[in-house]
């Protein structure tokens, strides 16, 4: 091994093919190691270190050192904002930052990976950032260990990365390229850039940006903000209250466990709820809007919507446009809004309000009771406008197979398949009642509000 050494002034030291030990001491050095293993330390002063190719053993020591890795390397780039560039198809066994600002900045496809049981060294990253250039970066730094609570900056660059941040708050961005992105346990902000990413939140209340391309993008635990950006995107808050905002693009958006605010604002998409009691609204598009077991808002927005509250105590709205709304179990709340819409209350005591359009409400069999205190109620039935009550899908003779048909009649007689229509001007409504099993009493009943002379279908 041939030895260098400097002094306290400024030296240019460079080593030869070998394997080499260069000592730079005091002073702003230039040292390079050319070929072979070589051991090279800066020491005190602003150093500019080049390892070569090989093995080699890099220390910038204290000052503002900038330090070339072109191999097999361990690096300690020492106190001082230092400037760490990884410029060849490197594979780094260690990598320590020390005190002050650090930039690593990946030049080619590098391979950091910090994995507990590796046999790396924690990277102790006080402060600073890392950058990547064109290549495929794979960056673990799952198990590394910060003594402040800022975690890292990682801009991947160009090429397909692979990046999994540490315990802290960090900030981890994939630039070009399809990147995999791993936040892990900290508040963490991850974004996919271009091209069709992955990003995963981990613990804690992470914000996730996917920007261009067909993304997907997890929250796990923690209350996470989820962004997809521009493409059809797949969002998934998982364990929390998260907020999720489709983009532009046919989107789909699951809130998972939690009271989440789900948006899929332009293109049509498809929203779920999950548990917990959620927000969902479609945006613009003809989207799927479906709540969950919970007590959920469903908002179709504009655009030919279909809605569905699914279970729980919901309001249903359907928005601008022609849509179809579901209450389906629980007690809901039903408006069509803008548009003519197609209104189904499902089981449970539905309120139902079809706004402009000439719209229709539409009942099933088990969809209404026989007390009018407990049934469901039409707010805004008009004939005149085109609105119409659709009793054709209920079957009036259970004693009969098919589904038969309604009779309007002024009082039951003992025959079923009979239907009576009251108004009551006291209360200035009309109340349907539907016999269909034959015995003079009514099995289900509708209240409408106002005085009904026209407009249902039998």
């Known amino acids: ?9 400024d030296n240019t030291l460079t080593g030869g093919p070998g394997d080499d030990k260069i000592l730079g001491y005091d002073g702003n050095d230039i040292l390079d190691g050319l070929g072979g293993d070589d051991i090279i330390q800066g020491g005190n002063g602003d150093d500019s270190i080049d390892g070569g190719t090989g093995t080699n053993r890099l220390s910038g020591g204290a000052g503002n050192d900038t330090i070339v890795s072109n191999g097999i390397d361990d690096i300690d780039a020492g106190d001082g904002n230092d400037y760490v560039r990884l410029v060849g198809d490197d594979v780094i066994t260690r990598l320590v930052g020390g005190l002050g600002t650090d930039t690593l900045v990946l030049e080619s496809a590098v391979t950091i990976d910090y994995f507990a049981g590796n046999g790396f060294e924690l990277f102790d990253y006080v402060n600073g950032s890392i950058s990547g250039d064109s290549g495929n970066n794979t960056l673990n730094f799952s198990s590394l260990i910060s003594y402040k609570s800022m975690g890292l900056i990682v801009n991947g660059g160009g090429g397909d990365d692979r990046v999994t941040g540490t315990l802290r708050n960090d900030q981890l961005s994939g630039n070009d390229g399809a990147d995999r992105i791993v936040g892990g346990a900290g508040l963490d902000t991850l974004s996919g850039g271009a091209d069709n990413d992955y990003l995963y939140g981990g613990d804690d209340a992470d914000t996730l940006n996917g920007e261009d391309g067909a993304d997907v993008l997890y929250g796990e635990a923690g209350n996470d903000t989820l962004n997809g ?18 983009g532009v693009g046919d989107d789909k958006l699951q809130g998972g466990l939690g009271n989440d605010k789900l948006y899929g ?33 469903v908002f179709g927005g504009d655009g030919a919507d279909s809605v569905d509250g699914a279970g729980g105590a919901d309001t249903v709205k359907g928005g601008a446009g022609d849509d179809y709304i579901y209450g389906r179990a629980g007690n809901d709340i039903l408006a069509g809004e803008a548009g003519s819409d197609h209104l189904v209350g499902g089981l449970g005591k539905d309120t139902l309000t079809g706004g402009a359009g000439a719209d229709f409400f539409v009942f099933y069999n088990g969809d209404l009771v026989a007390d009018i205190a407990n049934t469901d109620r039409v707010t805004d039935f008009k004939a005149a406008q085109g609105d119409r009550l659709d009793f054709s899908n209920m079957d009036a003779n259970t004693n009969l197979a098919g589904n038969q048909d309604f009779t309007l009649v002024g009082g039951f007689n003992g025959t079923a398949g009979q239907m009576t229509r009251i108004y009551d001007g006291g209360v200035n409504q009309t109340v349907f009642r539907f016999d269909v099993d034959g015995d003079g009493t009514a099995d289900m009943a509708l209240v409408v509000n106002g005085q009904v002379t026209s407009g249902w279908l039998l």
């Open 229 to 246: 950006g521009i493409g059809a995107d797949s969002l998934d808050g998982g364990i929390g209250s998260d907020f999720l905002y489709g």
């Open 1 to 9: 091994m041939a030895n260098f050494f400097g002094d306290a002034t």
């Open 265 to 297: 604002e332009d293109g049509n998409d498809v929203l779920i709820a999950g548990g917990g009691s959620d927000t969902l609204d479609g945006g613009a598009g003809d989207d799927y809007v479906v709540g969950g077991d919970e007590n959920d808002t």
